[in-house]
């Protein structure tokens, strides 16, 4: 039988399901009470990254949504696929980004991402 394991078979799969694993665990013992996600969603190790991207979606947390949407250029794919998972789960809506395009295509939808940001309302200010 040829089947592999899911980690052996996508590069950096244990790696990202260890960040969402450990995002849940802080999501749930969070309590609730925000905690800033930049440091981890600008992290140079793709693991923090995931898990703040993680944590991002689980929180529903509209303030990552514009470093979210920076993790769509990732070089680990693991990365952008959480990142367009969270911000899914926040916005409801992929803009036609696909975590495994090329980059050329990759790059039309970042660009829609960036569009619709700077469309929209920042959340933490009043009228």
């Not at 996508?10 to 969402?20: E, L, N, S, T």
């Not at 959480?82 to 980004?97: N, P, S, V």
């Not at 660009?111 to 940001?117: A, D, F, I, K, L």
Request: hydrophobic letters at 40%; proline letters at 5%.
């Amino acid at each position: 039988m040829m089947r592999k394991a899911f980690h052996r078979a996508v590069p950096g799969a244990a790696v990202a399901w260890a960040g969402v694993l450990a995002g849940l665990a802080v999501g749930c013992t969070a309590g609730g009470t925000h905690r800033s996600l930049a440091p981890g969603l600008q992290s140079e190790d793709a693991s923090e990254r995931i898990r703040a991207s993680v944590q991002a979606g689980s929180q529903h947390d509209v303030r990552a949504v514009p470093l979210l949407v920076e993790r769509l250029e990732d070089n680990s794919a693991d990365a952008r696929l959480f990142a367009i998972r969270a911000l899914e789960k926040i916005t409801g809506q992929t803009l036609g980004y696909r975590y495994y395009a090329p980059p050329e295509q990759r790059a039309e939808a970042v660009g829609r991402w960036r569009e619709w940001v700077k469309t929209q309302r920042p959340a933490d200010k009043e009228d």
